[in-house]
């Protein structure tokens, strides 16, 4: 009798020299299980509609023009050149056909496979507030991260050129959320508007611009301690963010917002860090459970019930804390490298006849900025680090898992220079970004 697999109760795939497996997103999620899959007796399709790995967590340092986007991308080809068994294949999947096994390309095109991972990711979540998506800059992507810089330095120049358009040149940012992105957010945005009436000469009144930090909860950095959320608070005050908590965005507009209370806010742009969903994703098509904010129910070792030869990774998918425990684990970059590259063994276990093992997530803390020489850090075993020790363990964490030499050292030397001469970054308008990035 061939063995079973000890999630699904179904048989464990037999031994097939040469399985297709089909990986689709190239984020943190599905690079750790291409290589987990690197050198291994299988062909792996990588498919991505963009050719580069994008490091999510310095998206808000290009945005506000303190690292350049080719410091924070690698392209995909160049990360798997030396591997045969994995190929890249540039295209957007738009649907899965999982009784067939087959996926299909907006080209049309389709790949057959004998086991697919989706790590797909997630999108913006605007809550069904009216105007959220039509009038906010959200932060999830490097096009999303370019476009908020051009509107950000481009109304900075505007102020400039005509400050009785801004409030005799005061403009008003607002950022909706106070987890990590909008904390980091808020805190480089003062920074920039530091260095832009410094260094840049901007006509700008420093004194009465403001980046104003709004979140519905009544604390910064849910899922951090109590105390670090304090800390970030106080700091961001000092550093003069205004933050105020316990406030709901009922509106949005091309001017402003609209708080819950009726209070009205101009803002020369708004910035929205309030959350993610997994709807509207090509995970969310596929015909299985799905959980709150729309993430795939998955089995203890990611795969999907009845049907062990998919799984679903990173922030597309419910990925449990442990076996049979209490869940889903956060949508955090860690969760994404792991169960990815727990995803990619399990494929290679099924390939090579045995069962399959449940995942078992690793916690390695969190970590957030707050502005220059200025961090906090939740790390596991109760240590917690802030301060300049929090932004330093911050740095070095980030440097070693930023793909490529190139990137790590330009990233590395850009920071220290920051740190010494604070001169701000590559404060460049791009004219010809496409809005369908």
Known sequence: MPPTDPVSGSPATPATPGARVVVIGCGFAGLAAARQLADTPVQVTLIDRHNFHT????????????????????????????????????????SVDIESRRVTLADS????????????????????IAGAAEHTRPLYTLGDARRLRNDVLSTLEAADAHPENYDDGAPTFVVVGGGATGVETAGALMELLDVSVRQDRLRIDPQRTRVILLDGADRLL??????????ALETLRSRGVVVRLGELVEEVTPTGVRLAGGEWIDAAAVVWAGGVTVDGTLAASLPVAHGRDGRVAVQDDLSLIGHPEVSVVGDA??????????????????????????????????????????FTYKD??????????????????????????????WLGLHIVYLIGFRNRLIVLVNWWWRYL???????????????SQ
């Open 364 to 393: 390695k803390g969190m970590m957030a900025t707050i502005g220059r020489r200025s961090a906090v850090a939740q790390l596991p075993r109760g240590l917690v680090l802030r301060g300049t020790l929090g932004w330093l363990a």
């Open 55 to 94: 490091f999510l967590p310095f998206l808000y340092q290009v945005a506000t023009a303190g690292l350049d986007p080719a410091d924070v991308a690698y392209p995909v080809r160049s990360i798997f050149r030396r591997l045969h068994n994995v190929v890249f294949r540039h295209g957007r999947v738009t």
């Open 317 to 358: 998918a419910a990925v449990p804390l442990a076996p049979g425990g209490a869940g889903p684990c956060p949508q955090l970059a860690q969760v994404a490298i792991q169960s990815g590259a727990h995803a990619g063994r399990q494929v290679l276990r099924r390939v090579a006849g045995k069962s399959t093992v449940p």
């Open 222 to 231: 849910a899922g951090f301690k109590e105390a670090l959320g304090r800390y």
């Open 109 to 128: 095109s389709t790949i057959d496979y004998d086991h697919l991972i989706v790590g797909t990711g997630a999108a913006s979540e605007f809550f069904g």
């Open 421 to 435: 001469n604070w001169p701000g970054g590559p404060r460049l308008i791009d004219a010809d970004v496409d809005a």
